[in-house]
């Protein structure tokens, strides 16, 4: 889960920086920098997954799909599988 949610961590961030950018709020250094940390943190994590049998893959669209492999796949599989996670440690807490 680390893998996990290190690359869940570094998409919010993306998001926030890339989405501040229109308000004028980041530099275009800093949206890029923060996105290809999101983009390697959510490959590392789906290499990760696919290297040890998506033995964690609790999501509705697997580790080893096509839809992973266009621009910005891997950043949506990571938000996905998050989710997912979170929805499954709901469960477990009876939430």
């Known amino acids: 889960?680390?893998?996990?949610?290190?690359?869940?961590?570094?998409d919010r961030?993306?998001?926030e920086r890339e989405a501040g950018w229109y308000l004028g709020r980041y530099?275009?250094?800093?949206v890029n920098e923060a996105s290809t940390k999101a983009v390697r943190a959510s490959f590392e994590f789906l290499?990760?997954?696919?290297?040890?049998?998506?033995a964690d893959t609790k999501g509705p669209i697997g580790a080893s799909s096509p839809e992973w492999d266009i621009a910005g796949g891997t950043r949506v599989c990571t938000r996905q599988e998050?989710?997912?996670?979170?929805v499954a440690c709901d469960a477990e807490l009876g939430r």
């Open 1 to 10: 889960m680390v893998f996990l949610r290190k690359a869940a961590w570094l």
């Open 13 to 15: 961030a993306a998001r």
């Open 27 to 30: 530099r275009d250094d800093d």
């Open 47 to 54: 290499k990760f997954d696919l290297d040890h049998g998506s």
């Open 82 to 86: 998050f989710l997912a996670w979170l």
